[in-house]
């Protein structure tokens, strides 16, 4: 069992205790993560790329525990969903791979630059 | 070594090949994961709960990938950080568990909904 | 002059004041807007399409609260751009009524289930 | 009637014609916002502060889009939740000075950057 499968079991015992699966549908997930995502992204928003690299140990314990919430309710969404989240990560490694090869992606990220 | 060590891995052979590291700051990599994670909530926000149980294998097929991407990037950002996710998660259920006792938030998410 | 000619203005003499241009470029901005959205989302996230219909007025003020925030970032992110918002929004909805002809759009949201 | 009331109106229309109301719940219209926000924000997420003030003119068109789309999402929100957006921006401008008096918040974003 890898630690994402005990991470998964856990949070299964979590919500089956409190009697939350009722309201742990994928659309719901899904809204719960962005919103996670973003509360991740809130103490960045007005600092340079510098500073985002230098955290106050109070901002990065913060940070710490918002990548957190990301990453149970990625696990969370993926157990609803039956998604094997290892195996669509390596996938996607692999895909990305062939999308930017080396020699042209080098030193730019230009398919994001044009939207 | 996990499997969330190992993806950290090939992520950073991935990034330095490419000369990629200039872009992959926090504060980008923390925006990244939240466009990935609104990317994921796109096919949901039509759907009611019901639906969203039931996706069809193409919609399924992309939410999949959303999901590589969002943990991606998370585990970018951890590097990038000095997170350990699997540390942080387990702190999380641990605080939440506290947060939320049983017999108090049983069939009810109420913490939520008064924002 | 419009009333988001007027808010535009408000906002240009209080950034001014507090000496926050230099922390408001637009890709600061549009951080700041997606963090807005998702607070706006967040006490929603639990709740069925029908609940989302009826909310309490605490929750109904917090949520004016985050729509006032959104239309804020807005309409400084597009001072900063020089982009004339309502033109913008009419010229959607022109665009949006050729992508979505009525006989076959009625009753469906297709476009968005397919990803 | 003002402008945003001109718009509200013919997104009625709009939406009306197509049968859509029962998809534009709230719960379902905040979502799309989000999602949007994010879609507005991916085009700066690899650029510096600096390139995000001059923008290609094809991303400059893109991001106007996705600022419609914004807008347009807010006041259909807005109208649903019978929210009247100018008077919560004004009243959020309020608060605002009053939480950022002019002396001490010159100059620094601290709210935002302890979380």
Redesign the interface.
């Known amino acids: 069992m890898?630690?994402?499968d005990s991470?998964r079991d856990?949070?299964r015992r979590?919500s089956a205790?409190?009697?939350?699966d009722?309201?742990h549908?994928?659309?719901?997930l899904?809204?719960?993560?962005?919103?996670?995502?973003?509360?991740?992204?809130?103490?960045?928003?007005?600092?340079?790329?510098?500073?985002?690299?230098q955290?106050?140990p109070?901002?990065?314990a913060?940070?710490?525990?918002e990548?957190?919430?990301?990453?149970?309710y990625?696990?969370r969404?993926?157990d609803?969903?039956g998604?094997d989240?290892?195996e669509?990560?390596?996938?996607?490694?692999v895909?990305?791979?062939i999308k930017?090869p080396?020699e042209k992606?080098?030193?730019s990220?230009r398919k994001?630059?044009?939207?």
Do not use: C, H
């Open positions: 890898t630690e994402l991470l856990e949070l979590f205790e409190r009697d939350w009722q309201f549908s994928p659309k719901n899904a809204a719960a993560l962005a919103v996670e995502a973003a509360e991740l992204l809130e103490p960045f928003q007005w600092l340079s790329s510098e500073q985002s690299r955290l106050s109070q901002t990065a913060a940070v710490r525990k990548m957190a919430d990301v990453l149970l990625l696990v969404l993926a609803q969903l998604v989240l290892l669509a990560a390596r996938s996607k490694i895909e990305n791979a930017y080396v992606a080098k030193g990220m994001y630059t044009d939207l």
